[in-house]
């Protein structure tokens, strides 16, 4: 059974920092890419990072560069979203979701291209 997991959510103050998990399992892990995305009620979900996971290529939406990194640990089947200088506007549920190998470095985190999803972690940055 494919299963994409996130963890690590919570509530922070401004200026604070968080670290998602997403651990997978139930696909080879080394031929998907991983992207994360963010959805705030009433609104569109939309991503802003992924990975390949083959190669560690990784992406960022200009929103995010700077302030998130993702990164995977093969071992585990799990990547992580380090999330700094966090806002009140990124206050929102999380998901990770997996796409076939180099979807990300084509296609970014276009969300049609995601087969697999996770259920979500809530992030509340308070000002």
């Known amino acids: 059974e494919v299963q994409l997991v996130e963890s690590g959510g919570g509530l922070v103050q401004a200026g604070g920092s968080l670290r998602l998990s997403c651990a997978a399992s139930g696909f080879p892990f080394d031929d998907y890419d991983i992207g994360w995305f963010r959805q705030a009620p009433g609104k569109e979900r939309e991503g802003f990072s992924c990975i390949t996971i083959g190669d560690g290529s990784s992406y960022y939406a200009d929103s995010e560069k700077g302030r998130f990194t993702i990164s995977s640990d093969n071992a585990k089947n799990t990547v992580y979203l380090q999330m700094n200088s966090l806002k009140p506007e990124d206050t929102d549920v999380y998901y990770c979701?997996?796409?076939?190998?180099?979807?990300?470095?084509?296609?970014?985190?276009?969300?049609?291209?995601?087969?697999?999803w996770g259920q979500g972690t809530q992030v509340t940055v308070s000002s």
């Open positions: 979701a997996a796409a076939d190998r180099y979807y990300c470095s084509g296609y970014g985190w276009g969300i049609i291209g995601y087969d697999y």
